[in-house]
């Protein structure tokens, strides 16, 4: 039997600090450009609604107001879809994935393979005309913990996919 | 024997008092349901005759079909066993079969309330393993049939062989026909004192939301509550009638919570089994919850300022469940000691299991930016005041950002962390104690999150995500931060020792 028990000094441990992060496929921002497009319609689309149904002309008299609201609610999507690009990335190590997202407030979110409950790979209808897929990742931490990588290649998810199947796998053998 | 005056394996019904059970199930959340109409019909001026009639003839063929509905899905709900599996079918129009194998079923819980009790039958809940799959449960089941369907499914199970021991012994799950001993029973005395301690602000607050509640639905119904306060200047007596109003208010969430700790924890008794924890209490509803050593995730207890002077905590297991994580699988022991905490403790983690953990404290600027965005709240108080000459905001928006500033302070110096090598600690609280233990094993994934200030002073929040919820570090030094995340995943990883 193999066995060895060395003492491990925590500054050699293997640091979150050193990973490299890929980052996901720029046609993720054109995704999130066009549903912070439909958002900013609907918004839009909600009052305008309402105030030809009522017969009332709130809408039209605040006009200037509404219009400029929704162009600021606009813009700052637009940013955010370019900002959440540029910062999301993932990282996959011998035994966790990580994904980094967030512009304002970030966040780096670690999830060990030997607490993966199930993978499962995910297509919304732009993302589908896009050629894009999303890996989530479940653990038993709940679903605001639960990880969700947009803007993948459906190729790299089924990849990534099949190599936390394995790992997984690995790990309740042993 | 007891058990062989049942044969399981022919189908049959729950008990006939089941019937009632469901209906009163189903009515509740009939009424639940058209309640704001109710209110409407009874006492609004909607109530024009035509209207009215319809609506009573609407009401009553809910009702009916209420009934009848109850009815039927007592007669269409069958169980029985087959072999080592728990069968259960039902439905009224389209016939839905559950199989429930024994080494799935977690734990039985018996419960009763008043109905229960006078007709001797039971509530048989039964929690299975698995995320996805959802616990079931029998709404009345004769009491001697209860206990031998248990004795038989735990019976049958402990002969099973566990499926794949890997790492988690499911024979241990039998958690029944074993010895308790009790740790913890709490007498009318303690029970007193334990509401006497309780946090009454948040009785108050109960008690505000349902005076809202109620004011609304009477307002809605057509009922003007406030011309009975229209008489009253709002300055001049105003003072007078609010500090009344402030007195009853207090001794009625005194009152309230007092009623509210009997009424839930009476009768408690605390146990611990072989491998588990079990606590049966309530005054009407009786109720019985088990938790096992390997599904609970984190143990917490906490004080506040009443009770530090009797010297009792509140202790709360905190178990993985497989419905959505909520406080209903936890377990909740008020009026515990420092002994008692030590001895489960003890019981789960070992004997020294907090032994050299030296807690650290959070960054002051945690403290900081409290005082400074929470006091921000009194000056809107103040600004309202100076502009409208009432005095009385001024003080209240004074008091506002005081009371904040302080608060900061003591929520700065009471936030510690810690860790050793098999446990972590979080410690923080108000003007009371809490502390939050959990292995570093029952960790599910981790999350490192900065602002844009925190950035800018290199700090992190660390939270740690378990299946019972989680626990959040605030402002840690952003190396520490990195270090205590390596630690905590390398222990993780590095244990093949099951979380659950």
Redesign the interface.
């Known amino acids: 039997m193999e066995f060895s028990n060395q003492q491990?000094e925590?500054s050699e441990?293997?640091?979150?600090?050193d990973i490299k992060y890929r980052s996901i496929q720029k046609k993720h921002r054109t995704v999130s450009i066009i549903v912070s497009t439909i958002l900013a319609l609907i918004l839009l689309a909600i009052p305008l609604t309402i105030n030809i149904l009522s017969g009332d002309t709130w809408f039209f008299d605040h006009i200037i107001y509404i219009v400029g609201i929704c162009c600021a609610v606009y813009g700052f999507l637009i940013l955010l879809s370019f900002k959440g690009y540029a910062n999301k990335g993932y990282a996959m190590r011998e035994?966790?994935i990580i994904f980094k997202q967030?512009w304002?407030?970030?966040?780096?979110?670690?999830?060990?393979?030997?607490?993966i409950?199930h993978t499962e790979i995910d297509q919304g209808p732009i993302e589908r005309m896009f050629g894009l897929s999303k890996l989530k990742i479940f653990?038993?931490?709940?679903s605001s913990?639960d990880?969700k990588i947009p803007g993948l290649l459906p190729d790299t998810a089924n990849r990534l996919k099949d190599y936390i199947q394995i790992k997984v796998g690995r790990?309740?053998e042993? | 024997m007891k058990k062989n005056n049942f044969d399981f394996t022919i189908p049959q019904r729950q008990s006939y008092v089941a019937i009632l059970m469901i209906v009163w199930k189903t009515y509740r959340i009939l009424i639940r349901q058209v309640f704001p109409f109710l209110v409407i019909f009874f006492v609004g001026k909607s109530a024009k005759s035509g209207f009215g009639d319809y609506f009573l003839y609407f009401v009553s063929a809910i009702a009916l079909i209420g009934m009848i509905y109850s009815i039927l899905a007592f007669f269409r709900y069958y169980f029985h066993i087959e072999e080592d599996k728990l069968i259960v079918e039902k439905g009224i129009f389209g016939r839905s079969k559950t199989i429930i194998p024994f080494e799935r079923i977690q734990t039985i819980n018996f419960e009763e309330n008043i109905a229960h009790q006078l007709f001797s039958v039971l509530r048989l809940k039964v929690d299975t393993a698995g995320s996805s799959q959802k616990e079931f449960e029998f709404d009345a089941i004769a009491k001697d049939q209860a206990y031998a369907l248990r004795e038989l499914i735990l019976e049958k199970k402990s002969k099973l062989k566990p499926i794949a021991a890997k790492g988690r012994s499911e024979a241990a799950t039998v958690e029944e026909k074993k010895t308790y001993t009790s740790i913890l029973k709490l007498s009318i005395i303690d029970l007193i004192k334990v509401g006497i301690t309780e946090n009454h602000f948040r009785s108050g607050s109960l008690i505000l939301f349902a005076i809202y509640w109620m004011w609304d639905n009477l307002r809605e119904a057509g009922i003007d509550a406030e011309k009975y306060t229209e008489g009253i200047d709002p300055l001049a007596g105003g003072v007078i009638i609010l500090i009344s109003l402030a007195v009853v208010f207090v001794i009625l969430s005194f009152l309230f919570s007092l009623f509210r700790t009997v009424l839930k924890y009476y009768g408690l008794e605390f146990w611990r089994s072989d491998n588990g924890f079990k606590i049966s209490s309530g005054l009407f509803t009786k109720k019985d919850v088990s938790a096992l050593d390997h599904k609970i995730q984190m143990v917490s207890w906490s004080d506040n300022l009443l009770r530090k002077i009797v010297g009792y905590y509140q202790l709360s297991l905190k178990q993985a469940s497989s419905i959505a994580i909520n406080n209903k699988s936890s377990i909740n022991i008020p009026g515990c000691r420092q002994d008692q905490i030590d001895m489960v403790t003890r019981a789960l983690y070992g004997s020294r299991a907090f032994d050299d953990i030296e807690m650290e404290s959070v960054d002051k600027r945690f403290m900081y930016r409290r005082m400074v965005f929470l006091s921000l709240i009194g000056i809107p108080f103040i600004a309202l005041g100076y502009f409208d000459t009432k005095p009385f905001f001024i003080v209240l928006g004074v008091v506002l950002m005081i009371y904040f500033i302080v608060t900061s302070y003591f929520r700065y110096k009471k936030c510690k962390f810690g860790h050793n090598e098999k446990m972590v600690m979080i410690r923080g609280g108000l003007f009371g104690d809490k502390a939050e233990t959990l292995p570093i094993i029952k960790l599910q994934n981790i999350e490192l999150s900065q602002s844009p200030y925190q950035r800018r002073k290199k700090l992190a929040n660390v939270k740690i995500y378990t299946a019972a919820g989680s626990v959040t570090i605030p402002y840690v030094g952003f190396d520490r931060a990195i270090r205590l995340t390596d630690y905590l995943l390398y222990k993780t990883e590095s244990s093949n020792k099951r979380w659950m």
């Open positions: 491990i925590e441990l293997p640091s979150v600090l035994r966790d967030g304002i407030w970030r966040s780096s979110t670690i999830v060990p393979f030997n607490r409950q653990t038993a931490g709940g913990s990880l790990d309740e042993e």
